[in-house]
Structures are given as structure tokens and as C-alpha cells.
């Protein structure tokens, strides 16, 4: 007999990142040389000081099942970060430590959406906001932004959309932004909050690139507008990006007393808790200085600065400034219209074989006639990649 599938588990999408990566992966064994500009992780290694915290707990045998929502040591940590960072102030039953941010806002949905519940996301989008809230039988509501506002959605937007359906539960904001670094100033927070607080709509806020921003340009946390932002706010940040400990797999969500003890609740039931190794390592990382991440800051902007001039000389290109995170998402629709490739996916297959660099397609994010570029690279993946993507781009249309 053959198991039968859940309608859950056929309508669920593979990552696009993940798939990319992985068979990327797959050319580099076969000896294929492949520039990689999918990852979605920093090219750098952990600070030794976090790497030793990690060593220093499996040498003190802290290797046991650790409470589910977090040890307290940690959770004073987070609080500290979040108060000296960004001017808020949290109790530690408001605090839960999730095995990624991924499963921060995973869990986040699972306690806030009803089957049927719509949930705003603004397009381009990362890729899991979708399908993550699907799996909890929700109904995403994609609202497409304008490249000439830098890809972010507008409390006029916001208004609109939710004026034209019923039953929304909760809109996902992401700043920083990936796929496109977007950064929201204060005063556009400010009035998307007033909108979602007139139409008591919860605000999921992703902030894991906050410490990755650019040209002088601030992070801005939505829930410090004022207590009763603060209240309809779930906050989603972690260590996996400024600290470049994504396999460390350690989030964190803060907001409301009895939407964090349901979350735990959630992650008691499926991860159990987050390795008390990672934990240990994390209370390091938020106690650092930030010179590190300045350091990775500055490689990153001369990185973004090389790699915008380079698409930018690149006939037919367009590409905004990215103010934050490590990506950017050039505007490639030239090359779409003028082949046979009918959409982004078919053309990032196509560089993909034909030039053997790996580019994310605009599909993956909600955006179509774009691919995803990560500058988290070095400086010779970048100028080789470059130079791979150019040629194969004008070979395709001077063969149309």
C-alpha cells in the first residue's frame, strides 16, 4: 500500500533557496566550478569568543534538555539586547528561544491564525511567510510593492488591502528586508502601526538583519513606537546573521505574556527547546561589543558597492541601492523579454546552466522579473560571477 499524503504536506513548497543551494552543491561535487550567489547566510565564521562559550558548555556537560522556552540567563541577555538596542523593555515570560527565527514566526502563526485567517505579506517576501502560513491552514494576502518606493508597503496599502477582505489576523513585516534590503524609516512604521492598530491586526516583526545596515541608515523596531504597539507586536529577531551562527540555529520571539507562553507551548510539543550548547553560545554574542559585526558590516557595504556597480553596467539591468542586509534584486525583465525564457525561474535554470552561477529567481520571493543576489561572498566570487552573469546574459539575447 502507499501512504496517502496530507493535503498539507502536497500544497507545501520546497524552499527555492534551499533547493537552489542544494544543487549547487550537487555541480560543485560532480567538479562543476559553480559562484554561488543563493546562500543566505554570512561567509563569516563565528566569533571565537561565541565558539568558545559553545566549547566551555560541552565541557561543563551542559548537554541535557534545557527548559522549553529558554534558560533564564539567556532570556536576561535578550532583555538587556533589546533595551539597550532598541529602547524596549520586556519580562522574561515574554521571552520564548526558538531553534531559528524561521521557527519563531512558525510558531508565532501556529498561535495566532484560525483555519481561514488572512495574513498580509508584502511582496517581494521571503520566501517561508507563504507556505508558513499555509501550514497553518491560513490564507496568505500578497500585496505587491513599487520598486520606485524601494519595495516597501505602504499604510495606505495596508488599508486598502485589509478594506477588501474579511478575518485578517496579521500582517509580516520584514525590516532590513530580504530579498531587497529595504529599510523602513521610523515615521513609515509609525503610520503602518496606526493602521494596524485601528484595524487590530497583530504586527509579526522579522528584524534578524537589523545589526546589517548601511550608508549611515537605522534599524527602527516597530513595537518601541509605544506600549500599545508594543502589545499587538510580535518581535522575531536571532544570532544566525549578525553574528554569522546560522547553523547555531537560535532565534527568539518577544512580545505579549500570553502569546509567548503559547508559543512555547507550540515549540513544546515539536522541538522540545534549543540546545543548551547554542544557548550558552548566544548569552556570549549578545553581550559583545559590536565592532565584529562592524567589521562584517563594512566587508559587506564595499561588497554591495562592487557588486551595484557591476549590475548596473550591465545592459537592460536596474537594481535599487540595497540600505540593508546582504542582498540585492536587480530588475533583469530586458532579459526575460527579449529570449524565450518565460519567466525569472526558467532564466535563473538557464545562467545557472550556461554560466554556472546561482542566482535566486524573483518567482521564490513573490516578484517575478528579478533574481536574488547575495553579496555575502568574496570579492572574487563576486568579480568571477559578475563577469559569468554579464557574458551569459548577452549571449542569451544576441541568440533571440
Given at each position: 500500500m502507499s501512504i496517502k499524503l496530507s493535503s498539507?504536506?502536497?500544497?507545501?513548497?520546497?524552499?527555492?533557496?534551499?533547493?537552489?543551494?542544494?544543487?549547487?552543491?550537487?555541480?560543485?561535487?560532480?567538479?562543476?566550478?559553480?559562484?554561488?550567489?543563493?546562500?543566505?547566510?554570512?561567509?563569516?565564521?563565528?566569533?571565537?569568543?561565541?565558539k568558545k562559550a559553545g566549547k566551555q558548555a560541552i565541557d561543563d556537560n551542559f548537554t541535557k534538555y534545557t527548559v522549553t522556552s529558554g534558560i533564564p540567563e539567556l532570556k536576561e541577555a535578550i532583555i538587556n539586547k533589546l533595551k539597550r538596542d532598541n529602547g524596549l523593555n520586556y519580562k522574561q515570560n515574554q521571552i520564548v528561544v526558538t531553534p531559528?527565527?524561521?521557527?519563531?514566526?512558525?510558531?508565532?502563526?501556529?498561535?495566532?491564525?484560525?483555519?481561514?485567517?488572512?495574513?498580509?505579506?508584502?511582496?517581494?517576501?521571503?520566501?517561508?511567510?507563504?507556505?508558513?502560513?499555509?501550514?497553518?491552514?491560513?490564507?496568505?494576502?500578497?500585496?505587491?510593492?513599487?520598486?520606485?518606493?524601494?519595495?516597501?508597503?505602504?499604510?495606505?496599502?495596508?488599508?486598502?488591502?485589509?478594506?477588501?477582505?474579511?478575518?485578517?489576523?496579521?500582517?509580516?513585516?520584514?525590516t532590513p528586508g530580504n530579498p531587497t534590503g529595504s529599510v523602513y524609516t521610523k515615521q513609515e512604521l509609525m503610520d503602518i502601526a496606526d493602521v494596524c492598530y485601528e484595524k487590530e491586526i497583530v504586527i509579526i516583526a522579522d528584524e534578524i538583519y537589523e545589526k546589517l545596515i548601511y550608508d549611515g541608515n537605522e534599524h527602527f523596531s516597530i513595537a518601541s513606537i509605544s506600549n500599545e504597539i508594543a502589545d499587538i507586536t510580535i518581535l522575531v529577531n536571532g544570532v544566525s546573521k549578525a553574528y554569522a551562527m546560522t547553523g547555531w540555529r537560535l532565534g527568539y520571539a518577544a512580545g505579549p505574556e500570553h502569546i509567548i507562553k503559547n508559543m512555547a507551548k507550540v515549540q513544546g510539543q515539536t522541538a522540545s527547546c534549543v540546545t543548551g550548547i547554542?544557548?550558552?553560545?548566544?548569552?556570549?554574542?549578545?553581550?559583545m561589543d559590536d565592532s565584529e559585526i562592524e567589521n562584517m558590516v563594512s566587508t559587506f557595504k564595499e561588497?554591495?558597492?562592487?557588486?551595484?556597480?557591476?549590475?548596473?553596467?550591465?545592459?537592460?539591468?536596474?537594481?535599487?541601492?540595497?540600505?540593508?542586509?546582504?542582498?540585492?534584486?536587480?530588475?533583469?525583465?530586458?532579459?526575460?523579454?527579449?529570449?524565450?525564457?518565460?519567466?525569472?525561474?526558467e532564466l535563473s535554470e538557464y545562467i545557472l546552466k550556461n554560466a554556472h552561477v546561482a542566482v535566486v529567481p524573483g518567482s521564490a520571493f513573490g516578484m517575478e522579473n528579478h533574481l536574488r543576489f547575495s553579496y555575502a561572498n568574496s570579492m572574487e566570487n563576486l568579480q568571477e560571477g559578475l563577469a559569468r552573469f554579464k557574458n551569459c546574459l548577452q549571449e542569451l539575447v544576441s541568440n533571440n
Open positions: 498539507r504536506a502536497k500544497r507545501m513548497k520546497p524552499s527555492a533557496t534551499i533547493k537552489l543551494f542544494s544543487k549547487a552543491k550537487q555541480m560543485l561535487a560532480q567538479g562543476i566550478d559553480v559562484v554561488n550567489f543563493g546562500v543566505g547566510e554570512p561567509d563569516f565564521h563565528t566569533p571565537d569568543i561565541i531559528g527565527a524561521k521557527a519563531a514566526i512558525a510558531e508565532a502563526l501556529a498561535v495566532i491564525v484560525d483555519p481561514g485567517d488572512k495574513v498580509l505579506i508584502p511582496a517581494p517576501y521571503w520566501v517561508s511567510y507563504p507556505t508558513q502560513v499555509e501550514m497553518m491552514n491560513g490564507a496568505p494576502i500578497i500585496v505587491e510593492t513599487k520598486e520606485g518606493n524601494n519595495y516597501k508597503i505602504s499604510a495606505g496599502q495596508i488599508e486598502k488591502a485589509l478594506g477588501k477582505h474579511t478575518n485578517f489576523s496579521a500582517i509580516i513585516l520584514n547554542s544557548q550558552k553560545a548566544a548569552i556570549k554574542a549578545l553581550a561588497r554591495r558597492d562592487f557588486l551595484l556597480a557591476g549590475l548596473k553596467n550591465i545592459k537592460g539591468i536596474k537594481c535599487n541601492l540595497p540600505l540593508g542586509a546582504f542582498y540585492a534584486f536587480p530588475n533583469v525583465s530586458y532579459y526575460i523579454e527579449n529570449s524565450n525564457l518565460q519567466d525569472s525561474k
